[in-house]
């Protein structure tokens, strides 16, 4: 049989060629690649049986755990498309993405399943439930237990021919409006935001060249991010298929010194964080001196910025370590490393097919601003949205076709690019354009700021001004002036603050997103 970059595909090859090597670690819970590879065929069988069609999409309502991947791969086994739901979302959210998904089947721990409860009813596709088990007593009508439905699947039985063109969804939040599923093929996620068979050097040149990775030393990568998140489950899939280790992080709440502590026993080479959130954390527990890092190499982020602040606070107790902290959305995959910062911007280095274009889809010059576009491996568009995949994806004059998602960018002369945030979100003070995750990026760089969002107010003279909503460290007291004076030396003096509000958290939308709106109420 052909073999094609269906994730299903990969893994059964790397499974063949390394059964016995281990792959993935959750908890208890521990599996070998062909263990991996049995359960998930399991899952894909079951789900076949009860009807679950190629091309139709099965729903996973989890937090971090080894059923969440075997899960997701056994959707693929049989053609299906996994639909990966944040276990944030209130029953309003996920009646949003499991009726705009068309999800016929749904994967869920039981507790999560409660709020599903309130709304199955008006979900007319949903035909089939699976419950993982986690310690709740919920009541979920009509379904069958994760476990009980693997034993009964047996392990025999052929699947169906996969093809690179199907689908992989990716629900992404977005800054407004409710969110929207980002519709790849399978071979442009594996190239654009998987790695490609080879994370640091020249991508795989076919499917079957993936086996080579079970012959790679032993590495491990501990994966703090949720899995139902594009960051974090972009690291489990590139950590997957190098033939890696993956150690995922399965407690609900971040805790640094139960993440470090859990380095140590799987000797992870590779730390994934989530931006500051858990980066200032951990840098915090390294200084007790109490955990052994010696087995970490690298440190990776996405999902939210690292500032240099936060990288400065982990190199003072790991200078060898190397930062991996790329740019990465859901319409444009993972897209280049950032560079050292300069002012307190975010810079980066993007991969080739990554450039700013103006409103003709022509590269900008060095110095100007534009849109940060990607071409090559890019989403097919949006799902059950054609009218917002016309406006997000375009083919220029040349038949070359862009993802442009609103980012706003300018490219340096070096080459670099920096980001400077969603249009829809800038604030025009004077004529002047200030886009809020670069005044954002300034303010967490001071030592006292743990948190902050920038929004434009209305001002009579101005149009608009900047504003601040800061969370300041435990014990710490910040003042306007003081942050004023610490951006002065980083940014232009239209984009320092004018107004400040200290509140003791920063609240954040269900896919911890700034949360503008509410950051707007705070001064109403």
Not at 139 to 159: H, R
Not at 331 to 360: Q, Y
Request: charged share 25%; glycine share 10%.
């Amino acid at each position: 049989m052909a073999r094609s970059y269906n994730l299903a595909d990969l893994l059964e090859i790397l499974a063949a060629a390394g059964p016995g090597r281990p792959a993935l670690v959750a908890g208890t819970e521990r599996r070998t690649y062909a263990q991996l590879d049995e359960r998930a065929s399991r899952v894909g069988r079951h789900l076949a049986a009860a009807g679950v069609r190629p091309g139709e999409h099965v729903a996973i309502l989890a937090y971090n755990r080894a059923e969440w991947i075997e899960s997701m791969l056994g959707a693929f086994k049989i053609r299906a498309v996994p639909i990966p739901v944040n276990y944030r979302y209130v029953a309003a959210e996920l009646h949003h993405v499991l009726s705009d998904s068309d999800s016929v089947a749904l994967i869920g721990e039981r507790s999560l399943l409660e709020k599903v409860e309130e709304v199955r009813g008006d979900l007319p596709e949903l035909r089939h439930v699976v419950v993982l088990e986690d310690g709740s007593s919920a009541a979920v009508a009509d379904a069958v237990g994760y476990e009980e439905a693997l034993a009964a699947a047996g392990d025999g039985g052929g699947f169906p021919e996969r093809s690179s063109d199907d689908r992989y969804i990716m629900y992404t939040g977005g800054t407004t409006g409710y969110p929207k599923g980002v519709e790849w093929r399978c071979e442009d996620i594996f190239f654009g935001a998987l790695g490609g068979g080879n994370v640091l050097g020249d991508p795989i040149a076919s499917p079957e060249a993936i086996a080579a990775n079970a012959e790679q030393p032993p590495m491990a990568v501990l994966d703090c991010a949720p899995v139902m998140h594009g960051a974090g489950q972009w690291v489990a899939f590139m950590g997957l298929f190098s033939g890696a280790k993956v150690v995922l992080y399965t407690d609900h709440a971040f805790d640094a010194d139960k993440a470090l502590a859990l380095l140590a026993e799987e000797q992870a080479n590779v730390l994934m964080l989530v931006g500051d959130v858990m980066a200032r954390p951990v840098a915090k527990a390294l200084a007790s001196g109490k955990h052994d890092t010696s087995s970490l190499m690298a440190i990776a982020s996405g999902g939210a910025p690292l500032t240099e602040g936060a990288k400065a606070a982990l190199q003072e107790h790991l200078p060898n370590v190397m930062f991996l902290d790329n740019y990465g959305a859901s319409e444009t995959g993972a897209c280049g490393p950032s560079v050292d910062a300069k002012e307190g911007t975010a810079r980066f280095m993007m991969k080739p097919g990554i450039t700013v274009l103006d409103d003709d889809l022509k590269a900008v010059a060095p110095g100007q601003i534009g849109k940060l576009a990607r071409s090559g491996h890019i989403p097919l568009g949006y799902y059950n949205d054609p009218k917002k995949t016309a406006s997000t994806f375009f083919t220029d004059v040349d038949g070359t076709r862009w993802s442009v998602p609103g980012d706003f960018a300018s490219l340096e002369e070096d080459g670099t690019i920096t980001l400077l945030g969603r249009g829809s979100l800038m604030i025009n003070t004077g004529g002047e354009k200030v886009y809020p995750e670069e005044v954002e990026v300034a303010l967490k760089d001071h030592p006292d700021v743990y948190d902050a969002v920038v929004v434009g107010l209305p001002d009579e003279r101005f149009g608009q001004r900047v504003a601040a909503v800061v969370a300041p460290r435990p014990g710490a007291a910040i003042s306007l002036d003081e942050l004023a004076e610490h951006c002065r030396g980083r940014l232009a003096g239209y984009k320092l603050p004018r107004e400040l509000k200290v509140v003791d958290e920063v609240q954040r939308t269900a896919v911890g997103k700034s949360d503008y709106k509410w950051a707007k109420s705070v001064f109403a």
